[in-house]
């Protein structure tokens, strides 16, 4: 029976150690605090105490840990209106710290006492000054893209957007609506994504991000790219499409969105997109060489060659041109029958020979393809030197 009344006198005198080492700790740092300068042992003093996870719940420590900080950061920030030496990077670290710290005091701050009531002292002044610090937090990114760590960049715009959902700031109106830098800082946390090649991170804020309108293009290509990467076609098509009809003219979303139908054979998605485009820009090439190559896959063999005419028309240095025109001879003269259309037959190959010869002149490493074409066009032509020098490439 002695025995347990020692051990709970030991308790308690254990309790009331710890208790007068808290306040001794919370009294020094007080002190730092009021002399305007050693902010760092203060700070050094509040982050100890904070290694006992019983003192998780005591906002003073919290209190003057983020007063700790916010001094240290009033004094960074007065060094550069000083034009002072001041490290640029530290001082950006100080301000994301400065938030962490804040978010975490006013949780602590607006918990419920051992009664269930809540009072919450802090958050006022608190949010007063850490709204302020805002556009800093946002440079601090812009400062960590133009090192690039992606990395770092994306802690702190993230950070940045994680303010509207933030309880301390209660009463502030920090949407996109009132606050267009919020859709800017989701655009730059979504490119920090995409730079870190990861899909998760750059599609996290991308419904924000596409409100930033000035960057809405660039934001669809770095979500595609990610529906890409995480293998999901469905929303990998699905972003394409709607880039392409947002953006007819961009070099991004046409071409992937007409292989994703040609992989898939689906010609009649890819001409609907195509007249889509030609709609947009009539005397666009890409756009007429992509109609040129679905009215080939459908086998409309003569309407293809009116598309590789005009291509040819408006830029003759385009070789895919040239090839597709040729090509479009030689699958008609392949479909006539070869008793009752001797003539004809003969003709269509002389009319593909000219265009495939230019294929070969614009595009001598497309060996592959030009030389198969040319062995047939100068086999049924009889000609015999021609033929030779191209069975001879074969061989070799």
């Not at 916010?70 to 060094?79: F, H, I, P, S, V």
């Amino acid at each position: 029976m002695r025995s347990c009344r020692y051990l709970v006198l030991l308790c308690c005198l254990i309790i009331s150690l710890v208790a007068s080492a808290q306040r001794r700790q919370l009294q020094e740092a007080r002190i730092y605090l009021k002399s305007g300068k050693n902010f760092d042992k203060a700070e050094k003093l509040m982050t100890d105490l904070l290694k006992d996870s019983a003192n998780h719940s005591n906002k003073r420590i919290y209190d003057y840990w983020w007063q700790s900080v916010q001094k240290q950061y009033d004094q960074a920030n007065e060094r550069f209106y000083m034009k002072q030496k001041q490290d640029t990077a530290k001082f950006f670290s100080l301000v994301r710290q400065l938030f962490s710290i804040a978010f975490t005091l006013d949780s602590v701050d607006a918990r419920p006492d051992k009664k269930g009531r809540v009072d919450i002292e802090l958050r006022k002044t608190v949010a007063r000054d850490m709204i302020g610090y805002m556009p800093n937090l946002f440079f601090g990114g812009a400062y960590q893209v133009r090192k690039n760590d992606f990395k770092k960049a994306y802690d702190y715009f993230e950070t940045y957007i994680d303010c509207q959902r933030q309880p301390l700031f209660t009463g502030y109106d920090l949407s996109v609506e009132n606050n267009p830098r919020m859709a800017e800082a989701a655009y730059w946390a979504t490119y920090s994504g995409f730079r870190q090649k990861s899909p998760v991170l750059t599609l996290r804020y991308r419904n924000l991000a596409l409100r930033d309108s000035s960057r809405r293009e660039r934001t669809m290509q770095y979500v595609a790219e990610s529906w890409r990467d995480l293998k999901d076609d469905s929303m990998y098509v699905a972003t394409l499409t709607q880039g392409f009809m947002e953006f007819p003219k961009s070099v991004y979303f046409f071409p992937r969105l007409m292989d994703s139908y040609t992989r898939k054979r689906q010609t009649d998605k890819a001409l609907e997109t195509v007249e889509y485009a030609l709609e947009a820009d009539s005397l666009n090439v890409l756009f007429l060489y992509a109609k040129s190559n679905v009215l080939i896959q459908q086998e409309k063999y003569a309407e293809s060659l009116k598309y590789s005419e005009k291509i040819i028309a408006l830029n003759d240095s385009m070789a895919e041109a040239w090839f597709n025109a040729g090509t479009a001879y030689l699958n008609i003269a392949l479909r006539m029958d070869s008793q009752r259309h001797k003539k004809q037959i003969r003709k269509m190959y002389q009319k593909a020979m000219p265009y495939m010869e230019k294929y070969r002149q614009l595009a001598p490493e497309e060996k592959q393809k030009w030389a198969p074409a040319l062995y047939r066009i100068y086999f049924n032509l009889n000609m015999g030197k021609q033929f030779d020098e191209i069975d001879r490439l074969l061989k070799s």
